[in-house]
């Protein structure tokens, strides 16, 4: 029968919201009492647990609200296919203090070059460190922003970017805007100026910016605020899709003709 201090303790350990303590109390004063630990040790070991465990969930929660498409870290990157991009700039801005300085970044270059890739692993990175991240394809954002518009919620959805550390949008220049989806995004860009860091991943030089934006005045002030305090990150090699459709159309032309050969 569990004892009143026990119901007790685990209580008011619910009431506290410390479920990691509540669950690992009894195996650790267990360990401790085969170490002939004191009480300050065991109420350290249980604090470390709490903190540990609070700050994985921490993590998860960000991580969750960023809305990651997929998840992709910078372990599984190959620099050496594209030998292009700057990998020791890439390292560094892994440390994110550039959310520090409210700079931004920007990474170009054609398609499957690995730019949503790399954006993904730093903004993976960025929630980690206790960032707050919000992930969006460029479209994708402005769509909604034309929605909540409609919906007459663009203000409260406009103040839950501002919160954010890191605003991160993927693939600009594949889709055009119409005129008030670009000056919403134009919005979003200005709100963040040395508040919020952006991040942009693009298959367009600068001075194509305006096939998507449709007006010269809007993009020179769009670019001139993404770029003030910036870092960029070229992608000029090969496509990965492209090179690996590649090898498995070689994979598949081989085994046809190993297995003629064997007929």
Not at 76 to 103: C, K, V, W
Request: include cysteine; charge should be positive; glycine fraction near 6%.
């Amino acid at each position: 029968m569990t004892s009143k201090p026990t119901l007790l303790l685990e209580h008011h350990l619910k009431q506290l919201k410390l479920p990691s303590f509540l669950r690992e109390y009894e195996k650790m004063a267990a360990l401790c009492g085969q170490e002939r630990a004191d009480y300050q040790t065991y109420l350290l070991r249980l604090a470390e647990v709490e903190l540990v465990d609070r700050e994985r969930r921490a993590a998860e929660r960000r991580v969750k609200a960023a809305r990651f498409p997929v998840l992709k870290t910078l372990d599984t990157f190959d620099f050496s296919a594209q030998p292009s991009i700057n990998e020791a700039l890439i390292r560094e801005l892994m440390r994110g203090e550039y959310m520090d300085r409210r700079e931004n970044v920007l990474l170009i270059g054609n398609s499957g070059t690995g730019k949503t890739h790399l954006a993904t692993a730093l903004a993976f990175a960025a929630c980690q460190q206790g960032r707050g991240v919000r992930f969006f394809t460029a479209t994708g954002l402005v769509t909604q922003l034309l929605e909540r518009r409609e919906d007459r919620e663009l203000e409260r959805f406009l103040k839950q970017l501002e919160r954010s550390d890191l605003i991160v949008l993927d693939e600009l220049g594949y889709v055009p805007f119409s005129k008030a989806g670009a000056e919403l995004l134009f919005d979003v860009v200005g709100r963040a100026y040395e508040r919020t860091s952006l991040m942009v991943t693009t298959n367009l030089p600068f001075e194509a910016w305006i096939e998507i934006m449709g007006s010269e005045r809007l993009t020179g002030a769009l670019l001139d605020r993404l770029t003030h305090r910036v870092h960029i990150i070229e992608a000029n090699g090969p496509s990965y899709r492209l090179e690996e459709a590649r090898r498995r159309q070689k994979g598949q032309t081989a085994k046809a003709k190993d297995a003629a050969t064997a007929d």
